[in-house]
């Protein structure tokens, strides 16, 4: 039994979900002395509390160990395997097959830092930053993720993301989007066999107003914006903002599969 330091810490119980989704160690050579779950938990702490890597706890492994991890776990695939298991299962929980066959597409213009690395400016919301652009199933979870410089247009970070799908969402047949998309994105998704169809804004409402299906992906940007490490765009690649995306998706389905 570990005893948990901090409120982000994996239970046992969630631990035992994952451990086996992380690579074993290496043949040859010294022996591993890291304990994966106290990394792992690092990163969910930085990730939730938005603290920089150098000032991870001392009760963690030292910050370069955890960051040297996260780096290899991206090169080599591991969040992405992680996260697409932990989909499936989620999916599984609430009686969906877990290959979707419809979804939401969106974008949200999320503001930089000082940290150096793409920026761009959003002139039609005004922010100077990263756009992030989603492709989510009926039930929000995350099918694929193309974080861009802010000034890079919906329609060419659609074309982008679209091309991201895995074999995860080789069902998928419906995508719904807002009305920012132009031909282009269109263009892609027919290509893919994909219908990517717009919802309209009823043109009597007047201010903000809940749209059917849209909604979807909105409140998936809700759950991003509980994690301060996304608050804003802190990451000097846009690799690392979109392994932190998936990072939060994969706490928030641990959360669900072993309250």
Known sequence: MTTTTYSTDLTDNQWQLIKDLLPAP???????????????????????TGCPWRQLPRSYPHWRTVYGYFRRWQHDGTWHRLHETLRAQAR??????????AGCLDSQSIKGTHVPGLRG??????????????IVDTQGLLLAICVTPANVSETAGAK???????GSAKKLRLLWCDNGYFNGAFEQAE?????????????EQKGFAVLPRRW??????????RCRRLARDY???????????QLAMSRLMILRLAP
């Open 191 to 203: 290509n893919q066999h994909l219908e990517l169809r717009a919802v309209q804004r009823p043109a």
């Open 216 to 225: 979807v992906v909105e409140r998936t940007f809700a759950w991003l914006s």
């Open 92 to 101: 599984r929980a609430l009686g969906r097959h877990k290959h979707p066959t």
């Open 121 to 134: 400016y959003d002139a039609f919301k005004r922010v100077t930053g990263r756009k992030r652009h989603l």
């Open 26 to 48: 290496k043949c040859g050579g010294r022996p591993r002395t890291t304990c994966l779950r106290a990394t792992f938990n690092a990163m969910l702490y930085l990730l939730t």
């Open 160 to 166: 982008q993301v679209l091309q991201r799908l895995s």
């Open 235 to 245: 990451e000097t690649r846009p690799e690392s903002s979109e392994t932190l995306i």
